[in-house]
């Protein structure tokens, strides 16, 4: 069942018991509903995500470590955007399916794409091993993540402003 599906069926039950449909002394609910609703309303935390074609998906599991802009030139040419914004990730959160191809941008850098239609994936250093950075807009659902601050600030591109209060680094 897709997460949306799943989204609206809680947010059903949730109308519903608000409206007084039922409540939770119900023998309806507790009979039969329970084994469902504790699915239903279980705090996991999944994101899915993939590329413009879909041959290349993913699913996340879990917080992520952080969450931010990034300004500096390379990431912005990988993107041809004025910003790029990351999903910081633990390498074990994730599951991929389908071809990516890894281009060393630098020393120590690998930045993907998806092999059939180049749509930018992540960025990985060597100086975060097991981290993987996804890009913001690879996520089905990239509205769930907030930035919390900017990188390389001092190579973004002057008529670009985010007008917002994170820190600047």
């Not at 809680?10 to 509903?33: D, W």
Request: proline letters at 7%; a negative charge.
């Amino acid at each position: 069942m897709p997460v949306s599906d799943c989204i609206s069926i809680k947010q059903m039950f949730r109308n519903c018991e608000l409206a007084g449909c039922f409540n939770s002394k119900s023998p309806f609910v507790f009979t039969i509903l329970s084994p469902f609703l504790s699915v239903l309303f279980a705090e996991t935390k999944m994101a899915s995500g993939h590329c413009l074609c879909g041959q290349f998906k993913f699913e996340a599991e879990g917080d992520p470590r952080w969450v931010a802009y990034c300004h500096c030139a390379s990431c912005r040419r990988h993107t041809a955007s004025p910003v790029s914004c990351f999903v910081n990730l633990n390498l074990t959160q994730l599951r991929f399916s389908g071809e990516r191809s890894i281009y060393a941008s630098s020393p120590g850098v690998r930045r993907s794409f998806c092999a059939t239609c180049g749509t930018p994936l992540a960025y990985e250093t060597a100086e975060r091993p097991g981290e993987i950075d996804l890009y913001i807009n690879v996520f089905d659902h990239p509205e769930a993540f907030i930035p919390q601050k900017h990188v390389f600030y001092a190579e973004h591109i002057a008529w670009f402003d985010v007008q917002d209060d994170l820190p600047r680094e």
